[in-house]
């Protein structure tokens, strides 16, 4: 049974997806054995909540400095002992050596077809803004690896959708989220508990 802790800043659609994914059989050999939050209005705990699934905020602002809070950010994960960890729109850095202790297994779902609209400033709302002001036709999501740089780690799955007349960032962000996170994100943990990647 592969362990996920699951870390989020915001609302936790990708996770309900992920929770939903495993409610219906549709990812097998995987449990959410926790949700960490840098966030602690963020409505994604009270989802891990609802699921009985450990809620735990670890916040940035209750530490003296940020190396303080990665380091208790760390000790935290460690409680958990997670297999794998998924960054589902969770804004926070990863620190260097926490991606070191679980090289190739954090992941990341990013909002764009990778490499366009993605790396430093370019997260939530700001990534379909860009896509919509150079006027590409198609974006899309990508479940990538987390390496020590920005969106930078190994593809592991990328889906289109396309870009209609008329949309607006919140328009085009749903369908994004609609057509291909909520569908990639699943699909990623199912291959990676399933042994197939």
């Given amino acids: 049974m592969l362990r996920i802790g699951v870390m989020v800043s915001g609302g936790g659609t990708n996770l309900q997806a992920v929770l939903d994914g ?51 950010f760390l000790e935290k994960v460690n409680e958990y002992r997670p297999d794998l960890i998924v960054l589902a729109g969770f804004l926070v850095t990863i620190p260097p050596k926490m991606i070191k202790e679980y090289r190739n297994r954090i992941i990341n779902i990013h909002p764009s077809l990778i490499p366009s609209f993605c790396g430093v400033g370019y997260y939530g709302l700001k990534v379909h803004e860009a896509a919509l002001k150079r006027g590409v036709k198609v974006t899309g999501a990508t479940v990538h690896y987390v390496d020590e740089g920005v969106d930078s780690g190994p593809i592991i799955l990328q889906k289109a959708v396309e870009v209609l007349p008329g949309d607006t960032p919140e328009v085009l962000q749903r369908r994004v989220m609609e057509q291909a996170e909520w569908k990639l994100l699943p699909e990623a943990i199912r291959m990676i508990a399933d042994g197939l990647i």
């Fill in 22 to 72: 495993i409610d219906n059989g549709s990812i097998t050999n995987a449990e959410v054995s926790v949700v960490i939050s840098n966030n602690p209005g963020a409505y994604a705990l009270e989802r891990a909540k609802q699921h009985g699934i450990e809620a735990v905020c670890v916040s940035p602002k209750s530490f003296p400095d940020r190396e303080a809070f990665n380091e208790a």
